[in-house]
């Protein structure tokens, strides 16, 4: 099992930048995917920045702008948010996946004021 635990949400400014981190314990040496994915009030959950076999996967709408990364020392996958806009606010969830299981953080909201 892994635990996943969010911080660094908050409210800032447009065009402002946030990093949140995310703290994994537990059997963090299985785990093969991990990441960050958000939902905003009345729509879906999707996938922001996922690292997987090396590589990051960003959604378009982030390209250039935020950064996902895992230090693997501190067993914390941070994601550096950058440039923010309003279309940003959302609680964001931090990913694991440890074969075909699927972890999930609680969230942190992020607004972003313009």
């Known amino acids: 099992q892994v635990q996943l635990v969010e911080s660094g949400g908050g409210l800032v400014q447009a065009g402002g930048s946030l990093r949140l981190s995310c703290a994994a314990s537990?059997?963090?040496?299985?785990?093969?995917?991990i990441g960050w994915f958000r939902q905003a009030p009345g729509k879906q959950r999707e996938s922001v920045a996922v690292?997987?076999?090396?590589?990051?996967n960003y959604a378009d709408s982030v390209k250039g702008r935020f950064t996902g990364f895992w230090d693997n020392a501190k067993n914390t996958v941070y994601l550096q948010m950058d440039s923010l806009k309003p279309e940003d606010t959302a609680v964001y969830y931090c990913?694991?996946?440890?074969?075909?299981?699927?972890?999930w953080g609680q969230g942190t909201q992020v607004t972003v004021s313009s």
């Open positions: 690292i997987s076999s090396g590589r990051t």
């Open positions: 990913y694991g996946r440890v074969g075909r299981f699927d972890y």
């Open positions: 537990g059997s963090t040496f299985s785990i093969n995917t």
